[in-house]
């Protein structure tokens, strides 16, 4: 299947800090990139989406302000925590759909990084 | 209702039990599903999609019965390595919108 790459794996910060973690496609063109944030035991909640070349779409709940989301070319997508705090802490995972991905018949698989483990101290 | 709902268990099976789970959604427009499977700490990786009436793959069979909006996961000979947890995901709009369910827990046991 179709690889995407999210980094950094692991990252620890300090209060106030902003972190920003990438998420890239390596041999497909993502046209649409979803943020999600995951609690421990807790579902994968969808942050927002984006596709290539426009705005983010957030879900509700989710401050735009706070959770930077560029996707300028089509195969990397970052994600910017501005102004950490200990709540943010979690796992962030990327995935990616787009261009060599279809299955099925119209619809296409999503394809996940390896996630981001974001402790906030 | 949830848009997906899952029991989220845990499910604690012997070796070689056949298990099954659940998925209920909400949106009757719905035409694909899938079930992910995630290791803890690791990222949800796809283990089946359901397109039409169901779908088997080796010990695991996934159905849909778009009548009752549900649909389910049975793993046959249950291995240790089958402990996971199993994620129901429900795209609409040709991935424009994915919805996960909370995800059934399953232990398997020695």
């Known amino acids: 299947g179709a690889v995407v790459s999210q980094h950094p794996s692991r990252v620890i910060c300090k209060s106030g800090t902003s972190v920003k973690i990438e998420c890239r496609s390596l041999?497909?063109?993502?046209?649409?990139m979803f943020w999600y944030r995951q609690f421990p035991k807790k579902s994968l909640m969808l942050m927002a989406t984006?596709?290539?070349?426009?705005?983010?779409?957030?879900e509700q709940g989710v401050e735009k302000d706070k959770f930077l989301i560029n996707h300028a070319s089509l195969t990397l997508s970052t994600l910017t925590v501005t102004s950490a705090h200990p709540e943010d802490s979690s796992f962030y995972i990327c995935?990616?759909?787009?261009?060599?991905?279809?299955?099925?018949?119209?619809?296409?698989?999503?394809?996940f990084g390896q996630g981001t483990r974001l402790t906030v101290v | 209702r949830k848009e997906v709902e899952q029991d989220p268990g845990p499910f604690n099976v012997p070796e070689g039990a056949t298990v099954a789970f659940n998925c209920t959604y909400s949106?009757?427009?719905?035409?694909?599903f899938f079930w992910y499977r995630q290791d803890c700490r690791k990222e949800p990786k796809l283990l089946m999609s359901v397109y039409s009436s169901g779908n088997e793959d080796g010990r695991f069979t996934a159905q849909l019965n778009r009548a009752s909006q549900y649909i389910s996961l049975l793993i046959r000979d249950s291995k240790l390595s089958d402990s996971a947890t199993y994620l129901c995901?429900?795209?609409?709009?040709?991935?424009?919108?994915?919805?996960f369910g909370t995800g059934t827990k399953l232990q398997v046991i020695p």
């Open positions: 949106n009757s427009a719905s035409q694909s």
């Open positions: 995935s990616a759909t787009g261009i060599g991905t279809a299955v099925g018949n119209t619809n296409t698989e999503a394809f």
């Open positions: 995901v429900v795209p609409s709009g040709g991935y424009q919108k994915v919805t």
């Open positions: 984006s596709n290539e070349g426009s705005k983010a779409t957030y």
């Open positions: 041999d497909f063109q993502a046209t649409t």
